[in-house]
């Protein structure tokens, strides 16, 4: 098994770019999340899906941020326009429901700077 | 509401020692699981250890081992004989296990205990 696969690794734009990172699930994994990481704000959820279906988008900062999951192998997340507050390492994770207990799988993140 | 509570921020220890990162969380729920993952400058998360609340004995993988203390809601991980290797942020995290089982599927995050380990 190839794990979550992210891309691109490293991502720099400008500010008012459109950026999309992408994500690969661990194949019959039901459930996919995406994070974001910084040193002041630490992990936070920012959408999550099952079953491609958004399930809770509560934690998506503003209007700028959208994601998606058109089929079971394969999920966006698109920032526009980019500013340097969204400069981040952005996680994609994916898990199998199963009681609880697999925890998630994470990929290898994709560190945003915005300049 | 659910919360994790890391309450080392750093620690450092020498090559060889034995070291126990802290975790304590609040829930009011019976059954749920936790888990302790490690982030190296690799930045890549990896699962090191998880814990079911309904098992008695404590979770064991290699060098590292959990101290679980139910009714305290202590969730310690044990580094034994540690290596420069395990350089990393450890996250603990909760997941209720009623929340396991509907479509509210979180983990909860502790904000992570940064472990250096010296030669």
């Known amino acids: 098994d190839a794990g979550v696969i992210q891309s691109p690794r490293h991502e720099v734009t400008e500010m008012g770019q459109e950026v999309t990172l992408r994500c690969k699930p661990i194949?019959?994994?039901?459930?996919l999340f995406w994070y974001r990481q910084t040193m002041m704000r630490g992990l936070e959820l920012l959408i999550y899906?099952?079953?491609?279906?958004?399930?809770?988008d509560s934690g998506m900062p503003e209007d700028r941020f959208s994601a998606k999951m058109p089929n079971a192998s394969f999920s966006t997340l698109k920032i526009q326009p980019s500013e340097p507050r969204d400069s981040a390492v952005y996680f994609c994770?994916?898990?199998?429901?199963?009681?609880?207990?697999?925890?998630?799988?994470f990929g290898s993140g994709t560190r945003l700077t915005v300049v | 509401a659910q919360t994790v509570t890391q309450s080392q921020p750093e620690m450092s220890v020498q090559e060889a020692e034995t070291v126990t990162l802290s975790c304590t969380y609040d829930?009011?729920?019976?059954?749920?699981?936790l888990f302790w993952y490690k982030q190296p400058p690799s930045r890549q998360m990896i699962l090191v250890i998880r814990?079911?609340?309904?098992k008695q004995q404590n979770a064991t993988e290699n060098r590292f081992s959990v101290n679980f203390q139910k009714a305290a809601k202590s969730f310690s991980l044990k580094i034994s004989d540690s290596q420069l290797g395990d350089t990393a942020m450890y996250f603990c995290?909760?997941?209720?296990?009623?929340?396991?089982?509907?479509?509210?599927?979180?983990?909860?995050w502790g904000a992570g205990t940064k472990l250096i380990i010296k030669p």
């Open positions: 814990q079911e609340a309904y």
């Open positions: 194949s019959g994994h039901d459930y």
């Open positions: 994770a994916s898990s199998l429901r199963d009681r609880g207990l697999r925890g998630y799988t």
């Open positions: 995290a909760f997941m209720n296990h009623l929340t396991a089982v509907d479509s509210n599927y979180q983990l909860i």
């Open positions: 829930t009011s729920e019976s059954n749920y699981y």
């Open positions: 899906f099952n079953n491609n279906v958004p399930i809770d």
